[in-house]
C-alpha cells in the first residue's frame, strides 16, 4: 500500500499501472478508508488501480474550510478524480452509508467516465439516517460527539464490526461530523438521495443486508426496481463483516 496526498485529501493506493481502470472507495459517516483496509489482500489490488479516501475531516484528512458541506466534498473529490485518472479510462466508485451520497454526485459530475457504481448501504430514503441524523439533536458538535463516542463505545465492546468503527470514530472531527450531519439533510428529506440514486445511467448495484436495512429502504428498492445485491445475515459492514465474498463479487462484476 502506498498513500498519496491530493488537495488535502489522505488516500491509500497500491501500486498504480496507467493501463488499468481505477476503483476509488469512500467510507460512510464518521468512519475512514480503514474501513476497507482487506481491499489491497483482495484480488482487486491486482487488477484495478485503487484509491481509498479519507474525506474532509474524517481519518488522517484534515478538514477543508473552503469545502466544508457534503455537497462540496463531491464538487473536490470529482476533480480530484479527473485528475489522477485522466489517461486511465473508465472510473469504478464503491461508497458506504451516507458517504454515497457523495458517490451519487461524483457519478453525476463524471457522467460517462463512469462505469460502475457499487453503492453499500447508502441513503436511499429517510429511515437511513439513523447516525448521520443524530447531530441534530444536540446544540454543539462537542456534546453531540461526547454522545455518539459513549454510545459506539459500548457496542464496539461486543460487536467486532463497531470496533473497527470506533477506531475510526476517535479520528473524526467533531465539526467534521456536524458538517455532514447538517448538511446532508435537505438532500435525504423525502428519499430524494434515493431518486438520484435510482436516475444514474450508469451501471449500479445497491448492496444491502437483511440485518440493518430498515424496512423502508427494503420497500424502496423492490417497489422502485433497483438493481441489488442482498447478502442475508450480513449488517451494515459488509465491506468489514463480508469482505472476502464482497470484494470478489466485486471483481466478477467488473469481470
Known amino acids: ?145 461526547e454522545s455518539f463516542h459513549s454510545e459506539m463505545f459500548e457496542m464496539a465492546k461486543s460487536e467486532e464490526r463497531y470496533k473497527r468503527y470506533y477506531s475510526s470514530l476517535r479520528f473524526a472531527d467533531p465539526e467534521g461530523m456536524r458538517n455532514w450531519g447538517l448538511s446532508s439533510q435537505e438532500h435525504i428529506k423525502g428519499n430524494k438521495c434515493g431518486s438520484e440514486f435510482k436516475a444514474l445511467p450508469c451501471q449500479k448495484l445497491y448492496v444491502w443486508g437483511d440485518v440493518d436495512t430498515p424496512l423502508e429502504t427494503q420497500q424502496f428498492i423492490q417497489q422502485h426496481s433497483i438493481p441489488n445485491r442482498l447478502y442475508k445475515g450480513i449488517g451494515h459492514w459488509h465491506m468489514v463483516e463480508n469482505s472476502g465474498q464482497f470484494y470478489e463479487d466485486i471483481g466478477r462484476c467488473l469481470g
Open 1 to 145: 500500500m502506498q498513500i498519496q496526498i491530493r488537495h488535502q485529501l489522505f488516500i491509500r493506493t497500491n501500486q498504480i499501472n496507467r493501463e488499468r481502470q481505477s476503483i476509488w472507495f469512500l467510507h460512510g459517516f464518521a468512519d475512514s478508508g480503514l474501513v476497507y483496509r482487506e481491499v489491497f489482500e483482495s484480488s482487486l489490488a491486482g487488477e484495478f488501480n485503487l484509491y481509498v479516501v479519507d474525506l474532509p475531516g474524517f481519518g488522517v484528512s484534515p478538514i477543508n474550510q473552503a469545502h466544508l458541506s457534503i455537497r462540496e466534498q463531491a464538487d473536490l473529490l470529482s476533480h480530484v478524480i479527473e485528475e489522477e485518472t485522466h489517461d486511465q479510462g473508465q472510473v469504478n466508485i464503491v461508497s458506504h452509508s451516507l458517504g454515497s451520497l457523495i458517490g451519487t454526485w461524483v457519478c453525476q459530475n463524471l457522467k460517462e467516465r463512469i462505469n460502475f457504481y457499487f453503492n453499500i448501504e447508502g441513503n436511499l430514503t429517510e429511515a437511513d439516517s439513523y447516525f448521520s441524523s443524530k447531530p441534530l439533536q444536540f446544540r454543539t458538535a462537542t456534546a453531540f460527539v
